[in-house]
T-cell receptor
Framework: DTAVSQTPKYLVTQMGNDKSIKCEQNLGHDTMYWYKQDSKKFLKIMFS???????INETVPNRFSPKSPDKAHLNLHINSLELGDSAVYFC?????????????FGQGTRLTVV | AQTVTQSQPEMSVQEAETVTLSCTYD???????LFWYKQPPSRQMILVIR??????QNATENRFSVNFQKAAKSFSLKISDSQLGDAAMYFCASGGATNKLIFGTGTLLAVQP
């Protein structure tokens, strides 16, 4: 059983398109995240949701819109894709929103904008 | 603001030897955790070890152990009896009450047979 799963694993698309990445966790966690890993391997948080509510938005362009239909799912929709959006996007989840706990990561989605 | 610094972009170790990866951090939070994550070529982020800041005892997980120096804000990872499968990018991270992880820039570890 995959704990945190993302689809698709690879996504190649043209500039200006709109795309979505889906994420699901079966760990029963309340908190889910999106992280971005750039070409230099630097990882940075983008969003955090707790039980379907947005709790962290790290000054991400509003072309990026997360959506959480329920606490087990957190999708990322990106409008008007730009070359600079090319990166690996990781979904993650953790158990306790009140305190620091380790995050469990999905396998990542490599987005390439051409 | 939290920051995590890994000053070694690359390290190399012989198989069966021991290697230590360095990490320093800065945080204003009183309650925080520290983590080491491993990212092999498969891209998966794998938790290696975690340390609660309030615990004085250094965490260990089989061949992996940490040297946590709270006053110095240092959190190094020691890998004993290195194996070829240990070759990966290693990220140090800190997590506080905001429940987001702040990552260092990573150390690429090569294991020589």
């Amino acid at each position: 059983d995959t704990a945190v799963s993302q689809t698709p694993k690879y996504l190649v698309t043209q500039m200006g398109n709109d795309k979505s990445i889906k994420c699901e966790q079966n760990l029963g966690h309340d908190t889910m995240y999106w992280y971005k890993q750039d070409s230099k391997k630097f990882l940075k948080i983008m969003f955090s949701y707790n039980n379907k509510e947005l709790i962290i938005n790290e000054t991400v362009p509003n072309r990026f819109s997360p959506k959480s239909p329920d606490k087990a799912h957190l999708n990322l929709h990106i409008n008007s894709l730009e070359l600079g959006d090319s990166a690996v996007y990781f979904c993650a989840s953790s158990q306790d929103p009140r305190g620091p706990t380790e995050a469990f990561f999905g396998q990542g989605t490599r987005l390439t904008v051409v | 603001a939290q920051t995590v610094t890994q000053s070694q972009p690359e390290m190399s170790v012989q198989e069966a030897e021991t290697v230590t990866l360095s990490c320093t951090y800065d945080t204003s939070e009183s309650d925080y955790y520290l983590f080491w994550y491993k990212q092999p070529p498969s891209r998966q982020m794998i938790l290696v070890i975690r340390q609660e800041a309030y615990k004085q005892q250094n965490a260990t997980e089989n061949r992996f152990s940490v040297n946590f120096q709270k006053a110095a804000k240092s959190f190094s990872l020691k890998i004993s009896d290195s194996q070829l499968g240990d070759a990966a990018m290693y990220f140090c991270a800190s997590g506080g009450a905001t429940n987001k992880l702040i990552f260092g820039t990573g150390t690429l570890l090569a294991v020589q047979p």
